[in-house]
């Protein structure tokens, strides 16, 4: 983050305390109206986020220490529809859906693991490590098969740094276009450097958007986390670009 952005935020800084002080709304923020509580409950309303935003989202799905080798793989299903990381033998990474394109049986039913072609366990149609149709049983039954045309879907893949992120939407802007700001004002913690020590993961029984919610605001910061966050983190200067 270049010097200039930073004396940006900390005159912000300095103004969010001063109004805090005067105890004054900010003069050209909107009141805004409160959200139906059915965005946050309604079935409906997720169907329509898993049909049109999830599938044109980039979304992380792991780490290239997870694919060490050639051959490595990954199912990934964090997103509703069974994927596959795979390192092909040029050494790319690369994600397509976990589904054979004879009669849609999976690929891989593993977690993680590594092989040298990727076969469906319904009828053995085998794929080699880039995607390509390599093999069909009895393939003199299937004639004029155009092996090309058959060959397992893609996703988008693309890094950024050691994280490997996924989008399901063909057409969507490059990784790195669509993180934009972020990819310099992060590059300090150096991403390419970074490695996995653990992975761990927990489940909230909430709608996403809660947690999302909480982690764009520090009005909670004083209530939830008085021992903690709140001694280091002043939440009335808070400023978000």
């Known amino acids: 983050m270049d010097s200039q952005k930073i004396a940006s935020i900390k005159r912000e800084f300095d103004a969010q305390f001063a109004r805090h002080e005067r105890r004054e709304h900010p003069a050209d923020f909107p009141v805004l ?16 986020e898993k049909r049109h935003l999830w599938p044109k989202a980039w979304l992380i799905a792991g780490h290239v220490d997870e694919l060490p080798e050639i051959g490595s793989f990954k199912l990934w299903e964090r997103a509703g529809w069974p994927v596959i990381l795979v390192r092909g033998k040029d050494g790319v990474i690369r994600a397509f859906f976990n589904s054979c394109r004879h009669r849609g049986g999976g690929l891989v039913r593993e977690a993680s693991g590594k092989a040298r072609m990727l076969a469906c366990k319904f009828h053995a149609w085998t794929y080699d490590l880039e995607g390509r149709l390599a093999f069909v049983p009895d393939e003199h039954e299937f004639p004029d098969l155009d092996r090309d045309a058959h060959a397992l879907l893609p996703l988008r893949c693309e890094t950024w740094g050691n994280l490997i992120f996924v989008n399901r939407d063909l057409a969507a802007p490059p990784l790195l276009d669509r993180l934009g700001k972020v990819v310099p004002e992060l590059a300090h913690f150096d991403f390419d450097q970074r490695r996995v020590a653990a992975i761990i993961e927990y489940e909230l029984p909430c709608n996403w958007k809660v947690v999302v919610d909480a982690f764009q ?3 909670h910061i004083d209530a939830t986390h008085p021992q903690t966050v709140a001694p280091i983190l002043d939440s009335r200067g808070s400023v978000i670009e």
């Not at 109206?33 to 329509?48: D, Q």
């Open 33 to 48: 109206p409160e959200l139906p509580v059915a965005r946050y409950t309604s079935a409906a309303f997720f169907e329509l």
């Open 217 to 219: 605001e520090s009005y």
